[in-house]
């Protein structure tokens, strides 16, 4: 590919990375990333991936902008309330990169339907921006079948966490955290709240875990979850191992086809 003198412009800072250069910026722009959520995490994690050049972003979201959204989720702006995420996501993308073309997936992942969804453009790396369990052990599972990368994240009130999967690298998500907890165990964030910055200090993480992945950089946080506490303004790294009687990623799984766990019971903790 030739870049034109408007791309060389930019997308100037990240080649004149040595690490980086015209072919990183290619490896970016044949990049194919799927977000799944677009709230507090997948908002800030799908701007700097569009604003980098990353060539194909999906976004599956089936719910709608609302006023509570706007508090963090930062892809979307009052003019938004009301329309379906998956499309205000991919408004504000277009907006700012022409060069990114916006997949819309505008329906609820499910166990029926995410294995056709990942596969639609052969994403290379898969970033959970969900904030409830049914959903991460759902893309958890997805992604250790398929043998597709991704993303886990999590925030609550002032802490965040997250690790990355990568095939034959590390454990999975499901090594750490076995099952789902039970229905109403764990609060949500409406009822718990969240600091509306989180969602962009774990979210542009995951984005930068994304971008290291597709250009083949640096160490990526596979066998460590990391969490933060803004409270504290503290990172800490925790060393996971992979488990070998995971069900789903151990040597003699016990999970061999996906599931839909029970959805929460308050709606509004999608949001």
Do not use: W
């Not at 490896?27 to 991936?49: E, Q, R, S, W």
């Not at 992979?242 to 029970?262: F, R």
């Amino acid at each position: 590919m030739t870049f034109t003198d408007a791309q060389l412009e930019r997308y100037s800072r990240h080649i004149i990375l040595k690490e980086v250069g015209v072919k990183g910026q290619q490896k970016l722009l044949n990049g194919k990333v799927l977000i799944i959520g677009a709230g507090g995490l997948g908002a800030p994690a799908a701007m700097y991936l569009a604003a980098a050049g990353v060539g194909t972003i999906g976004i599956a979201d089936a719910d709608v902008v609302d006023l509570s959204n706007l508090q963090r989720q930062i892809i979307h702006s009052t003019a938004d309330l009301g329309k379906e995420k998956a499309k205000s996501a991919q408004e504000t993308i277009n907006a700012m990169n022409s060069d990114v073309n916006v997949v819309t997936y505008r329906e609820m992942v499910t166990a029926a339907n995410i294995g056709d969804i990942i596969k639609d453009k052969d994403y290379d790396f898969v970033i959970d921006g969900t904030d409830n369990f049914p959903a991460k052990f759902l893309i958890n599972d997805a992604c250790v079948m398929l043998k597709k990368p991704f993303s886990h994240a999590g925030i609550i009130r002032f802490q965040g966490q997250l690790l990355t999967y990568v095939p034959g690298q590390g454990p999975c998500y499901r090594c750490a955290f076995h099952d789902p907890p039970p229905a109403g165990a764990v609060p949500s964030c409406r009822e718990a709240g969240v600091l509306g910055v989180m969602g962009g200090v774990i979210g542009s993480l995951q984005a930068t875990e994304t971008l290291k992945f597709l250009l083949g950089l640096g160490d990526l946080l596979t066998g460590t979850l990391l969490t933060y506490n803004a409270l504290k303004m503290e990172f800490r790294k925790i060393k996971l191992a992979q488990n070998k009687a995971c069900a789903v990623c151990g040597e003699n799984p016990s999970i061999t086809s996906l599931i839909d766990y029970d959805k929460p019971e308050c709606e509004m903790c999608k949001k």
